[in-house]
């Protein structure tokens, strides 16, 4: 009988600094492991901690208290397999990403990351120092490299293990979701296959963490590239996988390959888990946006219902004599089929109460934009009033295309705690309108079937702030904003890109300065779910006081 070696993963969601329940779900995943007959059991990158920690991991008394976590996690798992799991770890002055192997009661051996990722959502350098190239770890009579995340992506680290003993690679992740992610992953893995020509295990946790998805999807692959198993995305879950010795060496045994679902069933899962667990991982059990009648509010209405639950999403017309009746009855339309919560609360006595008082001060001026965003930021007031009330968070609505020109107000509709769908452009939110009528999955708690009403889709949108507005009244039509900011934003071209692409040059010119000018706005923005790698906030950092503009 061929020798094996077991291994349970433990593709799981660890909650940022809840160091005693990501233990537990840490001795969870060895038991089934013990269970199995596992010979070890592996987390992902940083799991104990929580990923992605930021400034938290630099705390001494949190390094203290992990360190402890650690020792009594050891102490709990001494009867059965090793364990081996990520957390920060203090060697001296030092502070590193580390992968901890823990067998026979105590901590047996650390392997350090290397490569330390700077860009995007990760700031590494800052926080971490680079541990050195180092050797495999044994368990039992196997030898394994572990890669920590960024060190799989570089061809040193795994050669080097490769080179020193390692029989086979487990690669510890906290990989977060943009879209086309999983492709680049399987390619970098694959290439670290062709190169060491041992097998390698990708593991990578799920979850949502204030702005970023972690989608999981956790993989092996064997010598020459080829595809051992695949875990699902986004979900939980505990793997046995096998590993069997062969007169060439170790071969992963073939599983179950669950396989990735299309793009835009990804990105709205995204945008659900990161609601779902923002909510959870804060304490909030229940949301309420504005509902104008208008598309972004309905989608954000039916992502709410899908990932909390149609009793915990609260709705709120707050009408105004611009509101059409159109609007009226396309908000009724949406939330009846979402089952959800419709209150209806009209704005007009406050909004006449707070003309009167302002009205010496105003005397001798024209009406205008100020007069139109007094509507919208009592609506935010009114709609913040029922949060605190009721510890219900607000949602805000404002997608992509508007959060990247300000196309919204300040302490109006911009109030809220979260918003899911602020990476996702407004061409975008239409097709995900439809998208989501046609199509349902378990992980949905809303209802299946058509919940966004086809009006809100095909009407022309309009904030409502005056008679016979249109956006288009203040913008290009979404489609050409939305190809010049993904060329602006997205892929960080310039004004001479967007020319040769066949943009006029002063529409262009307008986009970029609208860009640049909101970005005070956008630094006091909730938080909302990352799709892409030119998301808002951590993604793209811009300086809010700038003057500077694209001379082409």
């Known amino acids: 009988m061929a020798e094996r070696f077991r291994i349970t993963l433990g593709q799981l969601n660890p909650t940022v600094g809840d160091l005693a329940g990501n233990a ?23 799991f104990l901690a929580g990923y992605n920690a930021q400034d938290l991991v630099m705390k001494r008394a949190f390094q203290l208290d992990v360190m402890t976590h650690l020792e009594t996690l050891a102490a709990d798992c001494a009867d059965g397999p090793a364990l081996a799991i990520g957390a920060p770890w203090t060697e001296g002055a030092e502070l590193f990403n580390a992968y901890v192997i823990l067998k026979g009661g105590k901590i047996a051996s650390r392997t350090l990351k290397h490569h330390l990722p700077n860009e995007t959502v990760f700031d590494e350098v800052r926080v971490f120092d680079s541990g050195p190239l180092g050797g495999p770890y044994s368990v039992g009579n196997t030898r394994i490299g572990s890669p920590i995340c960024e060190d799989a992506w570089h061809e040193d680290v795994a050669e080097t293990l490769a080179e020193t003993g390692a029989e086979f690679l487990l690669v510890p992740n906290g990989s977060p979701y943009y879209r086309g992610k999983f492709e680049m992953r399987l390619n970098h893995m694959v290439a670290r296959v062709v190169e060491t020509e041992i097998p390698l295990i990708y593991l990578n946790m799920v979850g949502g963490q204030d702005d970023q998805v972690f989608d999981g999807a956790s993989f092996g692959l064997n010598p020459g590239g080829q595809l051992a198993f695949q875990m699902p995305t986004f979900d939980s879950a505990i793997t046995h996988v096998d590993l069997e010795r062969r ?10 390959k669950i396989s990735q679902p299309d793009e835009w069933t990804q990105d709205y899962r995204v945008m659900v888990q990161a609601l779902r667990d923002y909510m959870r991982k804060t304490g909030f059990k229940k949301v309420l946006l504005g509902m ?18 149609s009793e915990n999403v609260r709705c709120v017309m707050l009408p105004s004599e611009y509101t059409s009746q159109a609007s009226l009855d396309d908000a009724e339309a949406c939330v009846q089929a979402l089952g959800v919560r419709y209150d209806f609360v009209p704005i007009k006595q406050g909004r006449d109460a707070i003309t009167a008082t302002l009205a010496p001060l105003f005397e001798g001026t024209d009406e205008g934009l100020t007069e139109e965003n007094i509507q919208s930021r009592l609506r935010g007031l009114l709609l913040m009033a029922l949060s605190n009330k009721f510890g219900e968070m607000l949602l805000t609505t404002g997608n992509k295309s508007e959060v990247a020109v300000g196309y919204a107000t300040i302490y109006g509709d911009m109030s809220g705690g979260y918003n899911p769908i602020k990476d996702l452009y407004k061409m975008r939110v239409f097709e995900t309108c439809r998208w989501r009528n046609a199509n349902h999955h378990d992980w949905m708690m809303g209802p299946a ?16 702030l005056r008679d016979d507005q249109k956006d288009s009244d203040s913008l290009p039509d979404y489609p050409v904003l ?31 300065h609208l860009i640049y ?20 906030w951590l993604d793209r950092r811009y300086p809010i006081v700038n003057r500077w503009r694209d001379p082409s």
């Open 24 to 46: 537990a779900l840490a001795r969870e995943a060895w038991e089934a492991g013990r269970a199995a007959g596992a010979d070890m059991v592996a987390l992902p990158e940083m």
């Open 449 to 464: 079937g058509q919940v966004i009403p086809d009006n809100i889709i095909t009407k022309a949108p309009s904030a409502e």
């Open 482 to 512: 939305d190809r010049i900011l993904e060329i602006l934003v997205d892929e960080d071209g310039s004004i001479a890109d967007c020319v040769a692409e066949g943009f006029d040059r002063e529409t262009a010119k307008k986009v970029e």
């Open 292 to 309: 104008s009648g208008g598309i972004d509010s309905a989608l954000v209405a039916t992502i709410a219902t899908d990932a909390l639950g």
């Open 517 to 536: 000018i909101s970005e005070y706005k956008r630094f006091q923005s909730a938080p909302g779910a990352r799709l892409t790698k030119g998301a808002f």
């Open 247 to 256: 007169p060439e060496g170790w071969r992963i045994v073939d599983g179950e």
